[in-house]
Every structure is written in C-alpha cells, then in structure tokens.
C-alpha cells in the first residue's frame, strides 16, 4: 500500500509560479510511475504530466507543455510538480498518483492517490 500527501498549492498571480510536492510512504517508488491529475471545478479529473521513477522518462499534456516539469527523488520519496508562467485556466485541486512500473495518461489506470492540494491562480 502506498499512501501519498501533497503539499504547496496556495493563491497565486498569474505569471506566477509555484511548486508542488507529493510525499510517499508505505513503497518505494523506484519501481513506480508517478503522476498529476488535476480537477477544476464542475470538470472531469485530468492528466498534467507522469514520471516514471526508475529512468524518468515523462509524460506532459498539451496544454502544460514547456510551462510544467515534473520531476522525482528516489532517496526522498518524493514527487514534484514545478508549475511556471501559471494561468487562471491552471486553477484546479491538484491529486497526486502512482501506479507501478509504466507511465499512463488514464487516471483510471492509476492505483494510489493523494487528497490534494488546491491552486488558485488570479487573473
């Protein structure tokens, strides 16, 4: 079992940034993929971008492509979301997620997740 905390949204400017964390317990994610979803109210849960722990190969959506990286630390356990140039658009709780070994773009597909951390970015 994998239990998973996010921490470091808040309210931002947009222009802004802010970095997000997702901390495991319970695994190792070495042999894990890692993602984030996010979920803007009245709207389905989406994919932003996944990781896979053991050669970090990534995966992003179009729509944060070259604004979003995500990252990972196998020592630490741990998962990053840094967010740039963030836009209004970009407001959502965002969920944290793992499933084992290979990248997915389907939340259905993912086995853990997180309780998430809400992103205000104002206008």
């Known amino acids: 079992q994998v239990q998973l905390v996010e921490s470091g949204g808040g309210l931002v400017q947009a222009g802004g940034s802010l970095r997000l964390s997702c901390a495991a317990s319970g695994r190792t994610l070495s042999n894990y993929a890692m993602g984030w979803f996010r979920q803007a109210p009245g709207k389905e849960r989406e994919f932003v971008a996944t990781?896979?722990?053991?050669?970090?190969?990534?995966l992003y959506a179009d729509s944060v492509k070259g604004r979003f990286t995500i990252s990972g630390d196998n020592a630490k356990n741990t998962i990053y979301l840094q967010m740039n140039n963030l836009k209004p658009e970009d407001t959502a709780v965002y969920y944290c997620a793992g499933r084992r070994y290979s990248v997915s773009v389907f939340l259905s597909e993912y086995n853990y997740w997180g309780q998430g951390t809400q992103v205000t970015v104002s206008s």
């Open positions: 990781i896979r722990m053991r050669g970090g190969n990534t």
